[in-house]
């Protein structure tokens, strides 16, 4: 099966800008998720959908991102304006289930390296 | 919050197993614990999963403790390729399905 894919790879920006980022999920996974991974560190969950709904965004900085799923299936996530905090990769994931206790691992993108400058 | 503790890094030689310990002493009776690895470069992928017993697949085993509050990601003969991040992860708050990522085991395998 294809895997989960990001664009773009690499994304370079100065401060103030905005820039967006895209996720396709596994064909038929429910829940998608969007982790922001600063170098050193493990992914933090910025937000969780289930088909096109918001299940968690608590730790999603909502003055300046912001996330789409439209239709339940692709995934976008927007920064505007962008500060320097914000360079880091950014995963999207999606998985078959809500939850991880129906035995259904999440599966990665490679993510979106976003440096800004 | 059920939260994990991993050591920060380890290292094994090629060819011998890796004992990959995890803590979790706040760990809820239907918290399942899951292990992933980071590759560099890529994403998270998974590994195993577990909830009582230990677990076999084709990658690694999981041994965990008869109090649960503690778990073990055996790695039989670490290759040069299973140099990576190791996270430890459980639900965040049972009903919720969030879970927290800590900073994970990097393991260095030597040759």
């Known amino acids: 099966e294809a895997g989960v894919a990001q664009s773009p790879r690499y994304k370079i920006i100065e401060k103030r800008q905005s820039v967006a980022f895209w996720c396709n999920p596994i064909s038929g996974h429910a829940t998608l998720y969007w982790y922001q991974q600063i170098l050193g560190q493990g992914p933090k969950l910025l937000i969780q959908?289930?088909?096109?709904?918001?299940?968690?965004d608590s730790q999603l900085p909502k003055d300046r991102f912001s996330a789409e799923r439209l239709k339940g299936v692709d995934s976008t996530l927007k920064i505007q304006p962008a500060k320097l905090e914000d360079s880091a990769v950014y995963l999207c994931?999606?998985?078959?289930?809500?939850?991880?206790?129906?035995?259904?691992?999440?599966?990665f993108g490679n993510g979106t390296r976003l440096t800004v400058t | 919050d059920a939260k994990t503790t991993q050591p920060n890094s380890m290292e094994s030689n090629e060819e011998e197993p890796v004992h990959l310990p995890c803590n979790h002493s706040?760990?809820?009776?239907?918290?399942?614990i899951h292990w992933y690895r980071q590759l560099p470069s890529q994403g998270p992928e998974y590994v195993i999963h577990g909830l009582t017993s230990n677990v076999n697949n084709r990658m690694a085993s999981l041994a965990i403790a008869e109090d649960r509050k503690s778990s073990t990601l055996i790695l039989h003969r670490a290759t040069l390729r299973d140099a990576a991040v190791y996270y430890c992860?459980?639900?965040?708050?049972?009903?919720?399905?969030?879970?927290?990522f800590g900073t994970g085991t990097r393991l260095k395998v030597l040759a």
């Open positions: 706040t760990i809820s009776g239907t918290d399942y």
């Open positions: 959908f289930q088909n096109n709904g918001v299940v968690d």
């Open positions: 992860i459980l639900r965040d708050v049972p009903g919720t399905y969030k879970y927290i």
């Open positions: 994931a999606s998985s078959l289930m809500r939850a991880l206790n129906y035995n259904s691992p999440l599966h």
